[in-house]
């Protein structure tokens, strides 16, 4: 075991303008945690731009999103306490950057939802807590930020309370706190401020250092085929292993193909290794009876086969442009890429579920269900079961737009 | 799993992909320093010991002379052929770090000489040892990073990047950079090269009071104040620092946008 802990991924969500960088900046002044030089270079960038310490600008690095005062991409900043460190990835808040908000999401273990006092719930909240739902982040944390615009009501935190928490109802969802907060003023973020009185819960940071890592879940070998080598006349499979854990003399299955190999060695530089588990890049030498004809994307299996085919219900979101119903595309799947296309069964706007659209194409920020069907076949397994060979990218002209998990 | 197992995994995953995507037209960019030393330790980590692909010094002749020996030794060791590149041009044309000139320097000497080597040898994509905590322009970049024929980084338009899929199509004339130890901090670096037993130049440690952080041209790095003579003191000495790891690198400040400006011309 390694003195040191793993890093814990958060990622900041809401709509625009509700304070996401400001948030973060903040954040790392009050824990300590801003470097000496990035607070100075924010002080002089505010200046040049006629503010006042604009916290925003610790993240929003880019000239255009300091003179518009927004987000546009993604942003990822370290951040320690005496517990441990966090990587805190921030995501922006408009609708057209939603594909940046959606890469960001996609690291993150837990969530943070700001949402703003005065305006309440939004598109984005709305949406953001649909897509936060769907790349599988359960730990929402929300925090209800400017309290000092409305002046630290406590009836209006309450009504806000009851929305929020009916929200996520919605969603099968609890979240994790729901403090009142000012970002701006540093209250309530890293200690317990006396101004709410009325207020009896925890402040942010209390919270965050609570939240847990997802336990690693007992689940059956699959390793995806990356790449074969042979350095010195020995062929090796290069691939990660997406669930379970293998050993040298273990037997495995190889999908499509339904053959069956073992295991004699798992090579590693510069000294083998005997068993590899969940998330470790390795490199397999098999012993094999009969030609494999393996290539990327076929797929090593212990017990528990997977689904092997080419239809499939999923559940999509959209980031790129548009998709118009059954049009080519790409599926991505772990190392496999196959020729598709996508029937689109029900489309909606997560900001307004109740207003179902034309299933005729999806478009930036909606979700559709849907079947996907395949040229060939594809090797998968229900994003509950093992999420990492349960989900994909739909990708369109070399592009990825899409994303989704099967269901 | 061991953290330091959790980063090597992720890069190791990310230079097979690049490798498996990019056969026969990438190369690595190393310059010495931990971080691309680093990176290429992965590289042999990734194949079993080999570095299947050339190994670039873009040499801008105002390096520091460890550095050199440094290059030149590790070569030997690990038994690796260097293509070394020079702007000539430029620099028979008395092109260097002068004053108000930095930026002109760094595009010339280094982006231009990375161009110059692209073009050569036809190469599509490089992987590159930045990583996110370095500077807030570098924590906005994905791992397969697509720079168009002018070498311009598009960062309002840039793709998605989700569950391991990594986007690499090519339009034309376009390359890709590729960043697979995106995720290290500054802090991982040292404790992974200590674990690792990795060599490492020797001006990162503390002489006379004195370390370089980062190390690059001579003339545009100074060191900072450190009792740090060992790996262990650098390790602790950045357990509690709250100096940013690019004090000492000139090009960064000279104006507020000078790095988004120097990355969006292609700078590495």
Sequence with gaps: ?407 | MDYLDALEYRSIFIIREAYQKFRGRIAILWSMGKDSTTLLWLVRKAFLGHIPFPVIHIDTSYKFPEMYRFRDQLAKDWKFEIIVVRNQIQLDNGMGPHKDMKLNCCTELKTNALKQVIDKHGFQSILLGIRRDEHGIRAKERYFSPRDAAFQWDYENQPAELWNQYNCFMREDEHYRIHPILHFSELDIWRYIKREELPIVDLYFSKDGKRYRSIGCVPCCSSVPSNAASIDDIISELEISKESERAGRAQDKEDLYTMQKLRSLGYM
């Design chain 1, 1 to 407: 075991m390694s003195q040191y802990q793993h890093v814990f991924p958060v990622v900041i969500t809401g709509h625009v303008d509700h304070g996401k960088s400001t948030f973060i900046g903040r954040l790392l002044y009050d824990t300590g945690n801003l470097q000496s030089e990035r607070y100075h270079e924010m002080m002089r960038s505010s200046e040049n731009a006629g503010r006042i310490n604009e916290f925003a600008f610790v993240l929003d690095v880019f000239e255009e999103e300091r003179e518009r005062g927004i987000t546009i991409d993604t942003s990822q900043i370290f951040f320690k306490t005496k517990k441990r460190s966090y990587l805190i990835i921030d995501a922006p808040g408009h609708r057209e950057f939603i594909r940046n908000m959606v890469t960001g999401a996609s690291y993150a273990e837990a969530a943070i939802l700001i949402i703003d006092a005065a305006e309440g719930i939004m598109e984005q909240t709305r949406r953001h807590i649909w897509l936060l739902n769907t790349v599988g982040i359960r730990d929402i944390c929300v925090v209800l930020n400017k309290m000092d615009i409305i002046e630290y009501n406590e009836k209006k935190y309450q009504n806000l309370l009851a929305e929020v928490s009916s929200l996520f109802n919605e969603f099968k969802l609890i979240p994790a706190a729901i403090i009142p907060i000012s970002a701006s003023l540093g209250i309530n973020i890293a200690s317990r401020s006396n101004i709410m009185s009325w207020y009896k819960g925890p402040c942010f940071l209390e919270v965050l250092e609570n939240l847990e890592k997802k336990p690693i879940e007992e689940r059956p070998f699959r390793m995806p085929v990356q790449d074969i080598y042979n350095f010195n006349g020995e062929n090796l499979i290069a691939g990660k292993i997406e669930s379970g854990f293998v050993s040298a003399g273990m037997k495995l299955q190889l999908l499509p193909q339904k053959k069956s190999v073992s295991v004699s060695a798992i090579r590693k530089f510069p000294v083998d290794i005997e068993s590899a588990f969940y998330g470790a890049a390795i490199a397999l030498k098999l012993h094999v009876t009969t030609d494999l004809n393996i290539v990327r994307g076929n797929v090593l299996i212990g017990d528990e086969e997977p689904l092997c085919g080419r239809q499939f219900p999923a559940t999509i979101f959209w980031f790129h442009d548009e998709y118009k119903n059954s049009g080519h595309a790409i599926i991505r799947c772990t190392t496999q890429a196959v020729n598709c296309s996508i029937m689109l069964n029900q489309v909606f706007d997560p900001a307004e579920p109740d207003a179902p659209l034309s299933s005729d194409k999806i478009c930036v920020g909606e979700v559709a269900y849907c079947i996907i069907t395949t040229d060939s076949d594809i090797i998968i397994d229900h994003s509950s079961f093992i999420p990492e060979m349960g989900r994909f990218v739909i990708e369109c002209d070399g592009i990825p737009k899409g994303a989704g998990i099967f269901r």
